[in-house]
């Protein structure tokens, strides 16, 4: 029986679960320092500007590397994943040498970036539906699409807020990536069954 993927989607598939194998102890090292950064945040008590402000830059810096790192030997993408993790690290940075920005500025920026990075989450994983387990980039990002309305809608809401949602957005990443990090660890041996079990 002919397979049911295409040349283009095996190949695809070949280099990125390789390459998913051969990265899943960083997507799990990434996702634990995700989470404890998101309960970090959600449980401190004296909430400034400033402390808002460094919170999201470091955590922005921690992405931008992130995405970098997980563009290096992407077939389709790469260049996007590697502007947005540029961008993500020179907003981290404006932070860090711009501290007296207001709340409404870091609210605007913190709600583009989730939108951004929501979008591409998206779209990459319905375009990878016949990888295992695409879904959990879906839910992420719709979610990251969803907590960037609700910063953006209300850019001017209270400081406790906008770090609830920084904290509930590192956490739900950090869990993902998680979950993905275990999946992906033996993502050739899955794939390899999935490719058996369209080939009969």
Avoid: C
């Avoid at 997980?70 to 540029?86: F, Q, T």
């Avoid at 929501?118 to 992420?140: K, T």
């Avoid at 979950?179 to 490719?195: N, Q, Y």
């Amino acid at each position: 029986m002919t397979s049911l993927l295409t040349a283009d989607e095996i190949a695809v598939g070949d280099v990125v679960t390789t390459k998913l194998q051969k990265l899943w102890g960083w997507y799990l090292a990434g996702g634990i320092i995700s989470v404890l950064f998101g309960f970090v945040v959600i449980s401190y008590k004296d909430v400034s500007v400033n402390v808002l402000i460094y919170f999201a830059s470091a955590y922005f810096i921690g992405v931008g590397i992130f995405m970098l790192v997980g563009s290096i030997g992407l077939i389709k993408h790469r260049w996007l994943l590697a502007i947005m993790g540029v961008l993500w690290i020179g907003a981290g940075i404006v932070g860090f040498v711009w501290p007296h920005i207001t709340t409404y500025v870091i609210a605007i920026l913190i709600g583009w970036s989730f939108l951004v990075f929501g979008v591409v989450d998206i779209v990459h994983s319905l375009e990878h539906r016949v990888m295992p387990h695409w879904w959990w980039q879906l839910i992420r990002g719709i979610a990251s699409v969803v907590i960037a309305f609700l910063v953006i809608r209300h850019p001017g809401g209270t400081l406790t807020g906008i770090v609830i949602l920084l904290g509930i957005w590192a956490i739900l990443f950090g869990v993902i990536e998680i979950i993905g990090a275990f999946s992906a660890r033996h993502a050739v041996r899955d794939w390899e069954a999935l490719k058996a079990e369209l080939d009969r």
